[in-house]
């Protein structure tokens, strides 16, 4: 088939858009790009692997000022872009991670790695995790933080197996219901909460009230 790609595209692009995020399409399909539907086409490895180089390429672009990079051997370098890639070079950088990257510019490698290792970097990734495992949780969007809070740090104590909508059935029904009373004392009333004593009572306080626990 002969067809001007160039001219196709312009069309195309004309008659589906052109949007750079995810939306929702008039058949309610995850849409991005020119009329990609990611609900059911999603994308290939190759095009995974395009967008990583991107993403790569921006990364370095942002740590080219790191001059200490140069002196380093390949696999470190890797690690920091690795930390840079999952963190965002607004959370790790000289300035928020400041013992590890002392320790890397006067080649001390042993303190690095034990900075990297009693930092809040392994939580985070958990913390990563589970708000990936209750992304379908619709109504989580409709609460506010402290509440979202509450939720994320049940799930982190007790995992999404023990704690969801099947297993806590009144609590996830009152939330849902924007009931933050009977979903603070259904959460009080639980087995967990005789387990974890003082955490229970400061999470259901900030459901209750919408606000961080404040001693």
Same mark, same amino acid.
């Given at each position: 088939?002969?067809?001007?790609?160039?001219?196709?595209?312009?069309?195309?692009?004309? @008659?589906?858009?052109?949007?750079?995020?995810?939306?929702?399409?008039?058949?309610?399909?995850?849409?991005?790009?020119?009329?990609?539907?990611?609900?059911?086409?999603?994308?290939?490895?190759?095009?995974?692997?395009?967008?990583?180089?991107?993403?790569?390429?921006?990364?370095?672009?942002?740590?080219?000022?790191?001059?200490?990079?140069?002196?380093?051997?390949?696999?470190?370098?890797?690690?920091?872009? !690795?930390?840079?890639?999952?963190?965002?070079?607004?959370?790790?950088?000289?300035?928020?991670?400041?013992?590890?990257? =002392?320790?890397?510019?006067? &080649? !001390?490698?042993? &303190?690095?790695?034990?900075?990297? #290792?009693?930092?809040?970097? #392994?939580?985070?990734?958990?913390?990563?995790?589970?708000? &990936?495992?209750?992304? @379908?949780?619709?109504?989580?969007? &409709? #609460?506010?933080?402290?509440?979202? =809070?509450?939720?994320? !740090?049940?799930?982190?104590?007790?995992?999404?197996?023990?704690?969801?909508?099947?297993?806590?059935?009144?609590?996830?029904?009152?939330?849902?219901?924007?009931?933050?009373?009977?979903?603070?004392?259904?959460? #009080?009333?639980?087995?967990?909460?005789?387990?974890?004593?003082?955490?229970?009572?400061?999470?259901?306080?900030?459901?209750?009230?919408?606000?961080?626990?404040? !001693?």
């Amino acid at each position: 088939m002969r067809v001007d790609k160039g001219k196709l595209i312009d069309m195309l692009i004309l @008659h589906e858009g052109l949007e750079l995020k995810p939306y929702q399409c008039t058949a309610d399909k995850t849409t991005i790009g020119v009329g990609r539907n990611l609900s059911d086409v999603g994308i290939t490895d190759e095009e995974a692997k395009f967008l990583l180089l991107n993403d790569l390429q921006r990364i370095q672009k942002e740590v080219e000022h790191w001059t200490f990079m140069e002196s380093l051997a390949e696999p470190r370098q890797a690690v920091l872009l !690795d930390m840079v890639f999952n963190m965002g070079i607004s959370r790790f950088n000289a300035n928020t991670w400041v013992k590890t990257f =002392a320790a890397i510019q006067y &080649k !001390d490698f042993e &303190k690095a790695a034990n900075e990297m #290792l009693e930092s809040k970097y #392994l939580l985070l990734n958990d913390l990563q995790r589970i708000q &990936k495992e209750i992304a @379908h949780w619709n109504f989580l969007e &409709k #609460l506010n933080e402290p509440r979202q =809070a509450v939720i994320l !740090d049940m799930v982190f104590n007790m995992g999404v197996s023990r704690f969801n909508a099947n297993t806590c059935v009144k609590t996830f029904a009152a939330i849902q219901d924007n009931d933050w009373e009977k979903a603070a004392n259904e959460m #009080l009333e639980s087995k967990w909460a005789k387990q974890v004593g003082q955490r229970a009572i400061r999470l259901s306080q900030m459901m209750r009230k919408g606000v961080w626990y404040v !001693d």
